[in-house]
Structures are given as C-alpha cells and as structure tokens.
C-alpha cells in the first residue's frame, strides 16, 4: 500500500523522457515502471502531462526577515510551487540583518520554516567585515557565500575588493564551501554612472551604457584567477554575456572549479525591452542585445552553462518610481515564470531537449550545491514533482502571479507549457491556481555525495 500513486505520466529525466507510474511513500520515491499495480490511498492520473523533478531555483532574493514588505517567504514560495519550482537558495542579501553570521542564519532558517511552502537552502554572504564569521555560517549549513564585486544596492552589504575576495575564498576552500560573485567591476560602473549622472544623462539607454559587456568580463575574469589560485570553487551568478560563459568555459576546460549560472530574463528579454518596460524590466548586469543573446542560447545548447536561476528580486511598487533610471530599484520578478519560460522559449521554440531543461534547472543544481535528495526522480529521492502540460497555451496575467506585489516584465507573453501541479514530498503544493496554506519547507544542508 502506498501513499500515492501517479499513473501514465510521461517522465522527464536528464537521459530524455518516457513513460512511467510512479509510486510515493512517505515523501519519497519508492517505485518508478511502465505500469504499476497496487493500491494507494491516493492517486493521480497524469495521462498526457509530463513529469519533471520539481525545478531548484538557486538565486532568489526573497527579503525575510526585515524586509517582508519587498516579498516574504509566504508570497515568494506560493510563488515557486504555482511555478513547478519546489527548492529555493535564498540570497544573503535583501533581508535585513543580511545573513552574515549564525545569528542572522538562524532568523531566517526560522522565518522560511514558519512560512514556506517548499524547502529551501540559504546562502551565506561574504562581505569585508565577515571572514570570520564565514566558520560559523558553513556550520550552520550555509551552501555557500556570496558577495559582490561592484556595489550591491544596499547600504548593509558592501562589495569585495580583490584582497578580501582573495581571503575569503581563502577561508572558503579550507571549509570546503563554494563562493559564489555578482561579477561587474565597480570601478568602471561607479565611474561610468557617476560621469553620466553629472552630465543629467539618466535614462534607460544611459544606464545601459554605464554597465557594458566589458565590466562584467573584467571582473569575471579577476574572480577565475582568484579561485585558480585559493583552489576554491567559484560560481559566477548571473552571466549577461556570450564572452563571460566563455571564460568560464575556458577556465572549466583547464580544470578550474568553476561553474555559472544565466537567467530567463537574459534569454528571454533584451536591451530594448529595458527601454519599452522600463522599471520592471531593470536588472543588473542590465539587459543585452539580441546577438548577446543568441549566444547564450548557443552556449546552453553547448552546455557550457551550468544552472539557471531566477534572481528573483523585487520590491514595493514605490521603489520603481524614479525620476532618474539610476536611481530605480534594480531587480526583476519573475521566479514564478522560470520553467515556463524556458519551455516557451528554450523547447517549443528553439527545440532545446527537455532533458537538458531539466539538467539545468533541477539535476545539475542539486549536484552543484549538493542538496540531498533533490534534482532527479530516481528511487530513493524525495517525491518534488512539477506536472507540466507541454501543449497548454496560456497567457501570463497580473492576477496570476502569487508575488507579494504582482510586477512582472511577463506579464501578456504567451506561454506554452502549463505547470498543472506542484508536488513537494510527495504532497500536494500546488494544483491548477491553487497553493497549498500549509508551510511544509525544509532546510536543505549541503551533503556531499
Ligand atoms: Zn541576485
């Protein structure tokens, strides 16, 4: 007798797709074959939808505690589950104390445990006043610590120069932990945003012009020579760039540890739907243009891209109005959209295979940050399952979005692939614009494998 039982769906593994039951006990997976017999106290009938492992977003900002007026685990992960994603990393940096040291850790363990709805891993950061305290962040299960090389937005986290870069991936591979960098060089962005903000030349195009191509690939490289000589694994967040997935990929080649991460908006939006949107569409490293985007797109077809995160991170409507583009809070919403997205754009209309979608977003994350029991549907692993209707056709509006402030440059695109239901531990999370009101989320602590 099992928990449930889910008939006939089609399942998505990194080895491609085929037909399977599937039966859960206990939040796990405990059989997997063509047909099934036996009796469950539940069952599915999932005749014509896919089944993916639950996506693990591991970038997003989700601001608790402190800044739970910007999301909040309770939106964010409502958010998740209606997304098919049932495992977050949540950022170290917006919420407020950031997540420096075992104590601000534990308020956030605590704040995402009372509220989310599918499990979770916090990142540590790494900032000039905390290499001490890294000890105790990886104690407590920090997968690892990010920091940032050009300026953060935020007052309560500074950026890194190179020598504390340097002793913090010092500290970092001792401990056995992955630093993970926003990659922009601060000299030239500040100096470039300081000139044009002098000449009163502040709209989208100036921001644009303020952080190029070249920032972000000086200081990626600045980070591979940093790691090549700590011997400490790098993971490069948010890649804009063909150039920049190159030099990771040269640097992998010579067997650098280190691995990067591009996001839907890259791949999705560009350089001059920053000008038509706006506020909502800005990010940084900003939006490129469309051959830059085209190479990314090669480049994950090439698998010289690791994972693909959200970097969900929003804010109160009033902090996307400003005179000056500089002056607007940088960040994108759209951790609810991930898998859609890239089955919208990465499958139906670019024929990237569903197994290398599910490599990217699930398997290859669960393995990077080595997350127990995550990322693939194999016995033994927990029930996190995303069913998807492939063909569904659907247009994303504002009253879909389960944000804590429904913005998103999404909103009005046509979407083909339809997550239908979210399970977490083989409960339901999720089910056709439904989320569960239970918060069942998990600390995930890294396990090496
Ligand atoms: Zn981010």
Known sequence: MYDLLIHDGILVT??????????ISDGKLVAISPQLTGSASEEIDATGLHIFPGVIDAHVHFNEPGRTNWEGFATGSRA???????????????ASPPTLDA???????????????VDFALWGGLVPSNIEQLDELAECGAIGFKAFMSNSGIDDFDAVDDDTLQRGMERAARLGKLVAVHAEDDHLTTKLAR??????????????????????????????????????????VHISCGAGISLVAEARARNVDVSCETCPHYLVLTEEDMERMGAVAKCSPPLRIKAEQEMLWEHLRMGHIQTIGSDHSPSPTTMKIAQSFFQVWGGISG???????LLTKGHHE?????????????????????????????IGADADLALVDL???????????????????YIGMSMRGQITQTLLRGRTVYKQGQCSTQAHGQLLTPQRR
């Open 14 to 23: 990194s080895n491609g797709a085929k037909y399977a039951d599937l039966a």
């Open 80 to 94: 998740l589950a209606a997304g098919g994603t049932t495992t977050f990393c949540d950022m170290p940096l917006n």
């Open 103 to 117: 104590a601000s850790f534990a308020l956030k363990r605590e704040a995402s445990e009372a509220a989310s709805l």
């Open 195 to 236: 000139e044009a903000i002098k000449k009163g030349q502040t709209s989208v195009r100036d921001y644009l012009q303020a952080r190029p191509v070249s920032a972000e690939l000086d200081a990626i490289q600045r980070a591979i020579g940093i790691a090549e000589a700590t011997g400490c694994s790098l993971h490069i």
């Open 335 to 341: 951790c609810q959209s991930l898998l859609s997205l």
């Open 350 to 378: 670019r024929n990237l295979p569903l197994s290398l979608l599910t490599t990217l977003t699930a398997e290859a994350v669960a393995r990077r940050f080595q997350l127990p029991g995550k990322g693939k549907l194999v």
């Open 391 to 409: 063909q569904a056709q659907t247009i994303l509006h504002t009253e879909d979005l389960h944000y804590r402030h429904q913005q998103s440059p």
